[in-house]
């Protein structure tokens, strides 16, 4: 079942280190999200392969927005 | 109140090889910064003449003889790259440190014979009172290994004079004496003038038998003469009166041990003395480590090579604070004080050797929803709101209350700022927070993880704004500044920006300008830079951050001058409820 990877917090995503397809461990690199001139790196929740991708690089996101799902 | 210490509450987890393997460059880089200081740490160590030279003429150089002195394993170097008026020499002249000798702490410090015979330079009075206010913030003896050829007289102006120049040192001997706290001296060589009193104004003085001691040295002695200046028959007169002096140097130890007797004991060897100065460290008051264990010592449930995953090098990057605190203290244990308020900082007891410590420190990241309250915009970790000054206010002040020294862990961009922080009393509450720290009267310690920046940086233990901080540690990652470099960038040049573009001229000068000054900001912000001018006492590898903390709570319990029975404690009552 796919899982959701939700935006931690408002901001505009910085850069995917991931492509869908990519198997992922638990705390690998998802994607990072820059917000009050800060960082925050999304880990993955779970091991899984990247299901599908929705943020896009320079795109701003609400908190609670999907990002991705893992398979 | 066993139940309280003994097992606390665990955190932190183990790494996955994701984390590793994405900190990786990161980690690199942080020991690419740990290699260039310890290159400047060897130029350092290695001023002046070669060790072989030094033993050739019959002397230990001053680390061998700080090697011999302290405990193996237990030297804590500090300001060894502190040279703030950057003297040609790379340091200031004095090498100090915590060290144990014979199981008890001592703030050691000692010329570098190596260079100019151990002269005073420009800055070391600035060193020699930060070895000076740490023996008398933790209550520890100060040990002098002195060999101090007197001034480096053509800088004289640099140092001699002033509130805080190289005199200055002799009251300090006399305030810690008069607090009870010992100083003792190792005698070496000749020490004329200034040297004379770096020597006389400890509490017991060691001498070697080639020592001596003065108030005036044979070059003052035998060459005055002043005239008004000099023309090369004075110089050949001086010349003739220098190859014809014989004497003895003033003030040796036929003087001042078989006549005054200030010499309290001479010794043939050099090792002598400083077996002399273990024999008066045995003597020394200090507490069995039983005394102030509330717990059995534990090793942090993870290893501290961790640390070069979990504290990115990037400084926008969030990372978890508690992951880095589990690295370092005993058991990887903690009471956390007020979990549900002021989110932005961890507040709480944990244990280093089984000893109770205060530990305060910046959480990273989002804040969750609402918080703060008082503002319509999102709270990010690393800055300071309402509920975090508060809690910090009232831990610090438990703390004072429960005798528990504190180590602070920096890594805040600030205190919030805007109209809405002011309502919320921000400004009132962080110099609270000074004032809550100067009435706890324990000693503290900082790690300025990695931003130490504006305001927070002198409220949040900082060295700059309390009597209290004992000393403060940079790393790798460490950038201390008003602000960072872009927003000062801003701040300076926004309004000539904008007046230079309504007048239709080109913007490039004024970037190339807020470029240069981003850059300067980056250049003087870092931890070489940073150590050079004392803005932190030493940068230490993170590997090397746990033996710092215990150093201090070793030092802070060794002879406490007040003590709150573990019983009566009220902190853990506040914690548990």
Aim: proline share 6%.
């Amino acid at each position: 079942m796919a899982e959701e990877v939700l935006a931690p917090l408002a901001g505009k995503v910085l850069s995917v280190a991931v492509a869908v397809g990519d198997a992922v461990e638990e705390d690998d690199e998802l994607l990072v999200l820059e917000a009050m001139k800060m960082e925050t790196v999304v880990y993955a929740p779970a091991d899984g392969t990247v299901g599908s991708i929705t943020a896009q690089v320079g795109q701003q996101v609400e908190e609670d927005d999907p990002l991705m799902t893992l398979d | 109140m066993k139940p309280y210490f003994e097992t606390m509450d665990r955190f932190g987890k183990a790494l996955k090889p994701g984390r590793i393997k994405r900190g990786a460059a990161s980690a690199d880089a942080l020991r690419e910064v740990e290699a260039g200081i310890a290159d400047a740490v060897t130029a350092v160590e290695e001023a002046g003449f070669p060790t072989e030279k030094i033993n050739a003429r019959g002397w230990m150089t001053v680390y061998q003889r700080l090697d011999y002195l302290v405990d193996t394993g237990t030297w804590h170097p500090l300001h060894t790259l502190y040279n703030p008026l950057e003297n040609e020499e790379g340091k200031t002249n004095v090498v100090d440190g915590l060290g144990q000798i014979e199981g008890r702490w001592a703030v050691v410090i000692g010329f570098d014979n190596k260079v100019m015979a151990g002269a005073w330079l420009p800055g070391q009075s600035e060193n020699i009172l930060r070895a000076t206010d740490l023996a008398a913030r933790l209550n520890i003896p100060l040990v002098w290994l002195v060999n101090c050829s007197g001034a480096k007289l053509p800088e004289q102006e640099k140092f001699y004079a002033n509130r805080r120049g190289a005199g200055t040192p002799f009251y300090r001997h006399a305030e810690l004496e008069q607090a009870g706290i010992p100083v003792l001296a190792g005698i070496y060589g000749t020490n004329p003038a200034g040297g004379g009193y770096q020597s006389i104004s400890p509490t017991i003085l060691l001498a070697h038998k080639d020592a001596n001691m003065a108030v005036g040295g044979v070059g003052i002695v035998s060459g005055m003469a002043p005239k008004g200046g000099f023309d090369t028959a004075m110089v050949e007169e001086l010349i003739a009166k220098a190859n014809a002096f014989t004497g003895r140097p003033p003030g040796d130890v036929a003087t001042h041990h078989d006549v005054t007797g200030f010499f309290t004991r001479v010794y043939e060897e050099e090792t002598g003395v400083l077996d002399g100065l273990k024999e008066y460290m045995r003597a020394m008051p200090a507490y069995g480590s039983m005394f102030f264990q509330a717990a059995e010592p534990k090793e942090p449930a993870f290893p501290i090579d961790d640390l070069y995953s979990l504290l990115p090098a990037n400084p926008k990057e969030v990372y978890d604070f508690d992951e880095i605190l589990a690295r370092l203290v005993d058991g990887s244990e903690r009471l956390e004080f007020r979990p549900d308020y002021g989110p932005e900082v961890f507040t709480g007891v944990c244990k280093i050797d089984g000893r109770l410590v205060g530990c305060i420190g910046n959480r990273q990241g989002y804040l969750g929803k609402g918080y703060p309250g008082y503002a319509d915009y999102p709270g990010m970790g690393g800055k300071l709101y309402r509920q975090g000054l508060i809690k910090m206010n009232e831990f610090v002040t438990l703390c004072g209350r429960d005798r528990l020294p504190i180590v602070w862990f920096q890594d805040t961009s600030g205190i919030d700022v805007g109209e809405l922080a002011e309502k919320a009393e921000v400004l009132g509450l962080g110099q609270g927070l000074i004032y809550s720290i100067q009435q706890t009267d324990v000693p503290m310690m900082l790690v300025v993880l990695r931003k130490g920046t504006a305001a927070a940086h002198y409220v949040m233990g900082g060295p700059t704004a309390n009597r209290h901080n004992a000393f403060t540690l940079g790393t790798p990652a460490t950038e201390i500044e008003v602000m960072h470099g872009e927003t000062a960038a801003v701040a300076t040049y926004a309004r000539r920006a904008a007046k230079e573009h309504a007048a239709g001229r080109s913007l490039d000068p004024v970037i190339d300008k807020m470029n240069e000054l981003v850059e300067r900001y980056h250049k003087t912000s870092r931890p070489a830079y940073c150590a050079r001018q004392g803005f932190v006492d030493e940068v230490v590898k993170l590997t090397e951050l746990r033996r710092y903390l215990q150093a201090f709570t070793g030092a802070a319990y060794q002879n406490p001058t007040s003590i709150c029975p573990r019983h009566h404690m009220l902190l853990p009552r506040v914690i548990r409820g």
